[in-house]
Nanobody, 115 residues
Framework: QVQLAESGGGWVQPGGSLRLSCGPS???????ISWYRQPPGRAREWVASIGSTGGVISYASFAQGRFSFSRDEATGAKYLHLRNLETSDTAMYYC?????????WGPGTQVTVSL
């Protein structure tokens, strides 16, 4: 009965940065995760994915060069760093874990980029 929860969202000005994470760590540190986002009035879209050991990483085109994963080798924690944020990045960001054919989603963390 895993219940995912995102954290790290917030309100930043354009050019700012945030670091997103997905828990509980006891579960998410050992699996690969994907991030999706849903801007207001738009469909949910894929942002980035990282394998359980960090060996496979991929980003959506809009994230290339600005968003990046980091992995704590000691704990397995994986963070998604959002840098040089733009107003168009404003969205609810969701963590997703697919395990044994089942998808797990968190309730989302809001990222708002505005002046």
């Amino acid at each position: 009965q895993v219940q995912l929860a995102e954290s790290g969202g917030g309100w930043v000005q354009p050019g700012g940065s945030l670091r997103l994470s997905c828990g509980p760590s006891e579960f998410t540190n050992g699996v690969g995760i994907s991030w999706y986002r849903q801007p207001p009035g738009r469909a949910r879209e894929w942002v980035a994915s990282i394998g359980s050991t960090g060996g496979v990483i991929s980003y959506a085109s809009f994230a290339q060069g600005r968003f990046s994963f980091s992995r704590d080798e000691a704990t397995g924690a994986k963070y998604l760093h959002l840098r040089n944020l733009e107003t168009s990045d404003t969205a609810m960001y969701y963590c997703n874990v697919r395990r044994y054919g089942e998808d797990y989603w968190g309730p989302g963390t809001q990222v708002t980029v505005s002046l």
